[in-house]
């Protein structure tokens, strides 16, 4: 084989590695571009709800979910899928950080998501080279609330609709 074959066997192959991989992104994208939160079956489920006394939140989870052992501060929990460990749910609180400090690394996002509590966040769907995730991020007075759902990117159409469901459920309670 000449430098030049293989100098463009390499080149195709490269060329080929980044086809494929835009394309499962934007196969991914385009099945959840149609995707709401609407045609969820909660009722075939049955559900446990996590609480946090701390900070008090709570939202909804399957049952069948395993529950990892408490951080010591409490500020939440990781849940992770009976069938698959790479399916998980996270989700703590903090309060914030005063203004002063924070104006320099402040990233602003408009909320775009409201919870069936009509609480208004911020709902983001990101796409890495092997996990997908939806993250929540909530502020209500000095306490931001972040859920996180996240699986393998292969997986994640079939675990949308689920982790939209406990989302649009995440209460802060009163």
Not at 28 to 34: I, K, Y
Not at 42 to 50: D, E, G, I, R, S
Not at 80 to 106: D, H, L, M
Not at 127 to 135: G, K, L
Request: proline share 4%; glycine share 4%; charged share 15%.
């Amino acid at each position: 084989m000449s430098t030049t074959t293989v100098k463009t066997c390499s080149l195709k192959q490269r060329i080929y590695t980044k086809i494929i991989s835009l394309s499962s992104k934007t196969a991914l994208l385009l099945s959840l571009w149609s995707c709401t939160g609407g045609s969820f079956l909660a009722p075939k489920v049955t559900w446990n709800t996590y609480t946090n006394s701390r900070y008090d939140f709570e939202f909804p989870y399957p049952s069948n979910w395993n529950t990892l052992p408490d951080q010591a501060n409490n500020d939440g929990t990781v849940l992770v899928s009976p069938i698959n460990n790479y399916v998980e749910i996270r989700a703590w609180a903090g309060y914030q950080i005063p203004e002063s400090i924070e104006q320099n690394s402040k990233i602003t996002h408009n909320p775009n998501f409201e919870t069936a509590q009509g609480v208004s966040g911020v709902l983001l769907v990101e796409v890495d080279q092997q996990i997908t995730s939806m993250s929540l991020s909530l502020t209500k007075d000095e306490v931001q609330y972040y859920w996180q759902a996240r699986s393998q990117n292969e997986e994640f159409s079939a675990y949308y609709h689920l982790f939209y469901y406990i989302a649009y459920q995440y209460r802060i309670q009163e």
